[in-house]
């Protein structure tokens, strides 16, 4: 008896542990994150570029950082919740993440899904560099296999996120 509550603190200390740092990664709304890799990572890849995407996707550059910037990398840790890349700005014109509680998602499942294929497809036709007019599409990058994120910080993103990180 006297082993095992030694053991108990340590046990529950490394699962506290191993939790906090699959939490601090996950940082995209579990609907949008499901529904991009449904509509675009194939499980069973059958072209080089299908196969790039699905590696680049499940890679750790991918997942989270699809839509946002690893702030974390860039020494940035608390910023990373709060930026996004080009491809998140593009998808935040038609997709408010308020709208896509827990208990909305589960309520209408099949009216979440419709709304955030509608904006994939919405964001596939917009130039991924709006200031550049021979700049691909969001979609011609996908097609191509590669994510359509650049890695690069919205600017009123990144500025917003460190007023807030500042006043805090």
């Not at 194939?42 to 690893?70: F, M, Q, R, Y």
């Not at 014109?93 to 709304?115: H, N």
């Not at 600017?155 to 500042?166: F, M, N, P, T």
Request: proline share 6%; net charge negative.
């Amino acid at each position: 008896m006297q082993r095992s509550l030694t053991v108990l603190p340590g046990v529950v200390i490394l699962w506290g542990f191993a939790w906090g740092i699959g939490c601090e990664t996950s940082h995209a709304i579990p609907p949008f994150k499901i529904e991009f890799f449904e509509v675009y990572v194939k499980e069973d890849p059958s072209t080089p570029e299908e196969t790039a995407l699905a590696e680049a996707a499940d890679a750790k550059t991918g997942k989270c950082w699809i839509c946002h910037v690893n702030m974390k990398d860039r020494g940035e840790a608390k910023l990373s919740k709060k930026v996004r890349n080009n491809y998140g700005k593009a998808l935040s014109q038609f997709l408010k993440k308020d709208d896509f509680s827990s208990e909305r998602t589960k309520a209408e499942p099949d009216k979440v899904k419709a709304e955030i294929r509608d904006a994939f497809t919405k964001v596939e036709a917009l130039k991924s560099d709006p200031d550049d007019p021979a700049s691909k599409t969001f979609g011609e990058l996908i097609a191509a296999g590669q994510l359509p994120g650049n890695d690069e910080p919205d600017k009123e993103d990144l500025e917003a996120a460190i007023k807030e990180r500042d006043a805090g």
